[in-house]
Nanobody, 124 residues
Framework: QVQLVESGGGLVQPGGSLRLSCAAS????????MGWFRQAPGKEREFVAA????????NHADSVKGRFTISRDNAKNTVYLQMNSLKPEDTAVYYC?????????????????WGQGTQVTVSS
């Protein structure tokens, strides 16, 4: 069992930055693919970024490449999402996710655990 708790959301102006954190419980955290998804009002949940348990492999959605970076600290059981150059269209609830399989499986919806979500609002 893995429990995920996100933090770091809030209101930021366009062009600003935020860093989301996701603290995970469970001794097997380091063996899970960790990722971030988001869901804007009236839209489906979409993949944002993922990182393998070793940290060697990463994947970022085209819409956030060059602006967002996922990282993880297995010693702290925490995964991060650094978001720079934020745009109004980045406004959404951001969810932390964990998958026991692979990044590809996670992107296809194969998520084993979800966090409760944290709101990110980009507005002037």
């Amino acid at each position: 069992q893995v429990q995920l708790v996100e933090s770091g959301g809030g209101l930021v102006q366009p062009g600003g930055s935020l860093r989301l954190s996701c603290a995970a419980s469970g001794r097997t955290f380091s063996r899970y693919v960790m990722g971030w998804f988001r869901q804007a009002p009236g839209k489906e949940r979409e993949f944002v970024a993922a990182r393998s348990w070793s940290g060697v492999s990463t994947n970022h959605a085209d819409s956030v490449k060059g602006r967002f970076t996922i990282s993880r600290d297995n010693a702290k059981n925490t995964v991060y999402l650094q978001m720079n150059s934020l745009k109004p269209e980045d406004t959404a609830v951001y969810y932390c996710a964990a998958a026991a399989s692979s990044i590809a499986a996670m992107i296809s919806g194969g998520v084993d655990y979800w966090g409760q979500g944290t709101q990110v609002t980009v507005s002037s």
